[in-house]
């Protein structure tokens, strides 16, 4: 069939108006409530001592602050991080408390000590007195320790103080986690990156599905979206784009964990080698979207609230931070 002119003209202002609607909405459903990227790295090589982490030969190794984040294309505006310390230098738990203090953008910083050091409580208590410090990240490693010496209650300092831990490590991990979590049933725990798992389009891997169970089955445990794309890339290839190649693993942790205890993280920049802001972003807003009207808000904000208790801070006056 032949389209003439004025058939066209009409189609085409048809579909820029559905565009406009589109973007009214999309507008409209990103100033609804905040949303809090929980899992972001901020470090600065030019500094006089450098930096542990990343090397040198890293496609990282930059200077990462705030305001690049702020510049990044996004699907929905982030309007706050929590940002998580990659460095084991204990001074640099301060470097980022310094640059939270300066740039209200940063709604918490989740720090790194060594529960296994002699003076862990002391450096809880010191930092803790800081109410942007939120909570501290340990490895499934450090885990593993705690629990097989029976001095898991080590971490009972974080509890005292109203914090959180983050835990990261391989598929093991929920399993893990879930064992620590009845030893620490006072203390709000979070699973970093879903734990690691190798995300293809096989079926999750049993093991991982279980483990995910085991910890979801302790209601102090939250599970942390983040890592998603880098755990589909392989071969330092960009990772899938479409929701479906995630959409196995995500029910599963959705499905256990429930709408309440799923947390919104990108890992950036670890992610940009795998996807851009706007991708990732986009996979897990559209996902949780399905999931009913309210999810997107408690997955992007609210859940995040409801584990480190962060505060609200006023919009950053410059990105010259």
Same mark, same amino acid.
């Given at each position: 069939m032949s389209m003439n002119r004025r058939n066209f003209l009409q189609m085409s202002a048809a579909t820029v108006a559905a565009a406009a609607v589109q973007t009214e909405l999309q507008a409209g459903v990103?100033?609804?409530?905040?949303?809090?990227?929980?899992?972001?790295?901020?470090?600065?090589?030019?500094?006089?001592?450098?930096v542990p982490w990343?090397?040198?030969?890293?496609?990282?190794?930059?200077?990462?602050?705030?305001? #690049? $984040?702020?510049?990044?294309?996004?699907?929905? &505006?982030? %309007?706050?991080?929590?940002?998580?310390?990659?460095?084991?230098?204990?001074?640099?738990?301060?470097?980022?408390?310094?640059?939270?203090?300066?740039?209200?953008?940063?709604?918490?910083?989740?720090?790194?000590?060594?529960?296994?050091?002699?003076?862990?409580?002391l450096q809880v208590r010191r930092l803790s007195a800081n109410p942007l410090f939120r909570g501290i990240r340990i490895s499934a490693r450090q885990v593993g320790v705690l629990l097989e010496q029976g001095r898991s209650g080590v971490l009972g300092v974080l509890?005292?103080? #109203? $914090?959180?831990?983050?835990?990261?490590?391989? &598929?093991? %991990?929920?399993?893990?986690?879930?064992?620590?979590a009845k030893h620490q049933p006072q203390l709000r725990m979070i699973l970093?990156?879903?734990?690691?798992?190798?995300?293809?389009?096989?079926p999750p891997p049993a093991a991982w599905a279980s483990g995910i169970r085991a910890a979801a089955a302790c209601g102090n445990v939250f599970c942390k979206v983040s890592a998603l794309v880098e755990g589909a890339a392989r071969d330092g290839g960009r990772a899938p784009e479409?929701?479906?190649?995630?959409?196995?693993?995500?029910?599963?942790?959705?499905?256990?964990?429930?709408?309440r205890r799923v947390i919104y993280g990108s890992n950036w920049p670890v992610c940009e080698r795998a996807a851009d802001y706007r991708v990732l972003q986009k996979l897990v807003a559209d996902y949780a979207t399905e999931r009913g009207p309210d999810v997107q808000q408690q997955f992007f904000?609210?859940?995040?609230?409801?584990?480190?208790?962060?505060?609200?801070?006023?919009p950053a006056a410059s990105d010259k931070l």
């Open positions: 990103s100033a609804a409530f905040p949303v809090i990227d929980c899992h972001t790295h901020f470090y600065d090589p030019g500094r006089p001592q450098g990343p090397g040198r030969d890293s496609s990282l190794y930059r200077t990462v602050l705030p305001a #690049d $984040l702020r510049r990044l294309p996004q699907h929905l &505006p982030v %309007t706050g991080t929590i940002v998580v310390e990659a460095s084991s230098w204990l001074e640099d738990n301060d470097w980022l408390l310094e640059l939270a203090q300066r740039d209200p953008f940063i709604v918490g910083v989740v720090g790194n000590l060594n529960p296994e050091s002699t003076d862990f409580g509890s005292d103080h #109203d $914090l959180a831990l983050d835990v990261n490590g391989g &598929p093991e %991990t929920p399993e893990l986690l879930s064992r620590l970093n990156h879903l734990g690691n798992p190798a995300i293809t389009r096989d479409q929701l479906d190649f995630y959409r196995p693993y995500l029910d599963v942790v959705w499905d256990a964990f429930s709408d904000a609210g859940n995040s609230k409801a584990v480190w208790k962060w505060a609200d801070r006023k």
